[in-house]
């Protein structure tokens, strides 16, 4: 596998008739700490639109694409997107999972290639969807850094899915910055990291304020795993309680300084 492959994010492809359907799993997914290229948010103004797209395909280690009845009988750029994935696909050992089929509505995909895939439905249950999905990739995922699967069952906690989730998206992001080759790279990998944290919003689920996330994340990086948040609280800020507030405050403020100029 390509050493700039991104480990865990899906490009996702779907015809502009579905953009509105494609919009709602890209908030779905993303709020679940999945990792989306989405171009109407990875799309910068004034990029070759060619080229970002055909790299987003070759480094994203999932291809989800959106089926329906509108997206099978049209011909144009979605097309386009699926014969670079089929491309990739031929890449992959005969039993990896690459790319994936999504079906929207009860469309009836006649590409071989397609038809011979175990297809996820969005009905008439979209959270069944979303469910299968999330199962699908972390699995995946924990398969590929030879892990144990860290989702066994759909049938858990948010709570318990959104920590199992930010394992496998913390695993890949030490992955990008122990391979980053130079100083820039490694400072676009951390930027990475602290932006899908910003936009997944796991401190509101761990009920953390912002600096002591960015510690939390901190000593996981430098400890290049992941560590129970629950465990981490009662171990780490324990002994900080009887502090006065401004020294708390120099203590988390240069974690935060340490976490930024860190590698």
């Known amino acids: 596998m390509e050493k700039t492959q991104n480990s865990s994010k899906i ?3 779907y ?6 359907i494609a919009t709602k799993l890209y908030n779905d997914l993303t709020q679940l700490g999945i990792r989306i290229w989405f171009d109407k948010h990875d799309l910068l103004g004034g990029g070759d639109i060619e080229f970002i797209i055909s790299n987003a395909i070759r480094e994203c280690r999932f291809f989800l694409t959106l089926l ?3 997206s099978l009988t049209k011909t144009g750029y979605f097309q386009k997107e699926l014969a670079r ?10 039993n990896s999972i690459y790319l994936i089929p999504v079906r929207l509505d009860e469309c009836n995909p006649q590409d071989e290639r397609i038809r011979g895939k175990s297809w996820i439905n969005m009905f008439p249950l ?14 995946v995922v924990s398969i590929d850094n030879n892990t144990t699967p860290i989702i066994t069952s759909t049938n858990i906690d948010k709570r318990s899915l959104i920590l199992q989730i930010l394992k496998a998206a913390l695993l890949s992001y030490f992955e990008e910055i122990r391979n980053a080759d130079t100083k ?5 990998a951390i930027s990475n990291l602290m932006n899908y944290l910003e936009k997944a919003n796991f401190k509101v689920t761990f009920k953390m304020s912002d600096i002591v996330f960015m510690i939390f994340i901190d000593d996981c990086v430098k400890s290049s795993n992941f560590i ?3 465990l981490w609280i009662t171990e780490r800020i324990k ?6 507030k401004s020294h708390q405050q120099v203590i988390f403020s240069f974690a935060v300084d340490r976490f930024l100029t860190m590698i």
């Open 239 to 244: 002994d900080m309680g009887d502090l006065p």
């Open 11 to 13: 490009f996702l492809s």
């Open 68 to 70: 329906s009845q509108r």
């Open 85 to 94: 994935a089929f491309t990739k696909l031929d890449t992959f050992p005969a």
């Open 228 to 230: 129970d948040p629950d």
């Open 15 to 20: 015809a502009s008739e579905d953009e509105d």
């Open 126 to 139: 979209w959270s069944n969807g979303i469910d299968k999905i999330v199962k699908t990739i972390s699995t």
């Open 184 to 188: 820039n790279n490694r400072d676009q």
